[in-house]
């Protein structure tokens, strides 16, 4: 599904009945600012890094390995295409 950006970005909600093989390593074609718009429990890992809650901005640099580690609740971000 294709979803729009703005220059503020684009809001994403991952499901807390999303399955956990969903949330796979990926890499994406360009550097991301990632936002939380929530305080949640769930949590992000770059490759070669431990995991870390998610609670405050995240720089995705371009062609770097991510990951989503689900927690409670459903999780809302901003993601900004730099």
Do not use: A, C
Not at 48 to 69: A, C, S
């Amino acid at each position: 599904m294709s979803r729009p950006y703005t220059e503020q970005g684009q809001i994403r909600t991952f499901s807390e009945g999303v399955q956990e093989f969903e949330l796979v390593w990926h890499r994406d074609k360009e550097d991301r600012v990632v936002k939380p718009l929530h305080k949640t429990d769930w949590k992000f890992q770059l490759d070669n890094d431990i995991p870390r809650v998610i609670e405050n901005e995240i720089f995705i640099p371009k062609e770097t390995y991510h990951r989503l580690i689900k927690g409670t609740g459903n999780l809302k971000v901003n993601i900004l295409k730099l």
